[in-house]
């Protein structure tokens, strides 16, 4: 796939969705089999029928400076559609609701966010809190006598039109875009906000590696485990103590670990876990112990199985209590270690 989009956008000065919003621009001006692909899918998903002769247009500014990525006008200018292209920058201060009240002064229909489908959820979320919209279907968002506003991914657009442009002359300029929105959705940086440069956010996460240290402390005080020849570990996902079982054969990992925290489990997460290898004689960690794992299956207890050096660890969440003090909240965590030490 060919990143010549992608090259640009990481060597001048003007954004990646900048760039991204005038190359779909480009192709849904000069297809009209890509331009009525998408018009037919935003109208199935907003129950929205489009009159003829609309056109695009790119970042123009209302009244209050918004400016979105693009409208959809129909002969008269009017503006019928905002769309605002995304990767992973935050909202603005007129993101949505500016917006919103622009469509709603000039009868426009809607509102349409792109975004990487890995931020879907969270996007739908956010708007959706912010104009105090309801969610319907997840990324249907809507409210009485207002536009609906709809969030869709970068990868569902590319979908979308790819087969449709295969034997159009536009297609080579999608998969320039194709691979343009495929690197920047893997790239995961989200530009930095107020809150996290803040000391606040430095003192949380210290609070992350203090939680470890308490929980540790309390397994290694209650003869559950023991620390001897072992040391705390900085990482480059977090921070992690590491234990000996005191009645088995078996290391384990008190960790906050950001790695396991973005996968999570089942749609929860957590950014505690504790995580278990066997200890052969020699005090080398190996794989995780079999037994446990049936243990923790017959148990119904949630787990996640990942390499580390070439050997299986197994780990377990725990979970952090909300809205509680530090000592409740390591007590809690520290009991749900235990809990999982006493399979062993």
């Not at 503006?79 to 007129?94: H, P, Q, R, Y």
């Not at 995780?288 to 949630?302: H, T, V």
Request: aromatic share 10%; proline share 4%.
């Amino acid at each position: 796939m060919s990143l010549l989009l992608c090259h640009i956008a990481n060597s001048i000065g003007t954004s990646a969705e900048d760039i991204a919003t005038m190359s779909l621009h480009y192709i849904l001006q000069n297809s009209p089999v890509a331009k009525e692909a998408l018009l037919n899918f935003i109208g199935t998903e907003l129950a929205i029928d489009f009159e003829q002769e609309l056109h695009f247009e790119i970042q123009s500014c209302g009244e209050n400076k918004e400016r979105p990525d693009m409208s959809l006008r129909n002969q008269s200018n009017d503006e019928i559609l905002l769309f605002e292209m995304k990767f992973w920058a935050g909202l603005t201060d007129n993101q949505p609701n500016a917006y919103i009240e622009r469509l709603k002064k000039k009868n426009g229909k809607g509102l349409v966010f792109i975004c990487p489908n890995s931020r879907l959820i969270s996007l739908s979320k956010e708007v959706a809190a912010l104009a105090e919209y309801e969610t319907q279907m997840g990324r249907l968002l809507q409210k009485k006598d207002f536009p609906p506003i709809l969030i869709m991914s970068w990868e569902e657009l590319i979908d979308l039109l790819e087969p449709r442009l295969q034997l159009e002359p536009f297609y080579n300029d999608l998969l320039q875009l194709k691979g343009l929105t495929g690197e920047m959705n893997n790239q995961d940086f989200r530009p930095f906000s107020l809150c996290d440069l803040s000391s606040d956010m430095a003192t949380r996460i210290i609070d992350y590696y203090r939680i470890v240290d308490k929980i540790a402390d309390s397994l290694i005080i209650h003869n559950f485990c023991n620390s001897k020849g072992l040391q705390a570990s900085p990482q480059k996902d977090g921070y992690c103590r590491y234990l000996k079982v005191e009645s088995s054969a078996t290391g384990i990992g008190i960790s906050y670990s950001c790695n396991l925290w973005q996968k999570g489990l089942n749609g929860k997460t957590s950014p505690f876990w504790i995580a278990f290898q066997a200890v052969d004689c020699d005090n080398n960690w190996c794989n995780y112990p079999a037994e446990l794992r049936c243990k923790l299956e017959s148990s119904g207890k949630e787990f996640i199985v990942y390499r580390n050096r070439n050997k299986e660890v197994l780990a377990v969440p725990l979970y952090a209590l909300r809205n509680t003090n530090e000592y409740e909240t390591v007590e809690n965590l520290v009991k749900q270690a235990k809990d999982i030490i006493e399979l062993l």
